[in-house]
Nanobody, 124 residues
Framework: QAHLVEYGGGSVQAGGSLNLACVASSVSPSIMGWFRQAPGQEREFVSAIWFVDGETYYADSVQGRFTLSKDNSKNSMILQMNNLKPDDTGVYYC???????????????????WGQGTQVTVAS
C-alpha cells in the first residue's frame, strides 16, 4: 500500500520561510507534486517535479518564491517556501503518480496517491 507522509508546515509571519517535505513509501513515483487548499476553496496546484529528469513546474502565484527539489534515493521531495504571504495559507497536500504518459501535472485527479496534508498558516 503506497503511503505519503508530509513533514514541516506550521505558522509564520508574512515574509518568513518554511520547508515542507514529503516521503513516499511502498511506491516509486514518476512525478510528485504539492497542492494546497484554503478553507472554502478548491484544491490548487503549487508545484511538481518529475523524478526522471528533475523538470519542475510552479504555479504563477509561487514562482520565484518556492523551490522544489527531489531525492530519488529516498522517494522524497522538499518544498522550500520563501517570502510567504497570507494567501499562501492552507493545507498543503503531497501527491504522487507512478505511471508515465500525459503531463497533466496541475490536475489533482491525475495523481494516484495523496498524503494527509499539513497546515501552513501565514500571518499578516
Amino acid at each position: 500500500q503506497a503511503h505519503l507522509v508530509e513533514y514541516g508546515g506550521g505558522s509564520v509571519q508574512a515574509g518568513g520561510s518554511l520547508n515542507l517535505a514529503c516521503v513516499a513509501s511502498s511506491v516509486s513515483p514518476s512525478i510528485m507534486g504539492w497542492f494546497r487548499q484554503a478553507p472554502g476553496q478548491e484544491r490548487e496546484f503549487v508545484s511538481a517535479i518529475w523524478f526522471v529528469d528533475g523538470e519542475t513546474y510552479y504555479a504563477d502565484s509561487v514562482q520565484g518564491r518556492f523551490t522544489l527539489s527531489k531525492d530519488n534515493s529516498k522517494n522524497s521531495m522538499i518544498l522550500q517556501m520563501n517570502n510567504l504571504k497570507p494567501d499562501d495559507t492552507g493545507v498543503y497536500y503531497c501527491a504522487a503518480r507512478v505511471a508515465l504518459g500525459s503531463n497533466d501535472y496541475s490536475r489533482p485527479n491525475w495523481y494516484h496517491h495523496w498524503g494527509q496534508g499539513t497546515q501552513v498558516t501565514v500571518a499578516s
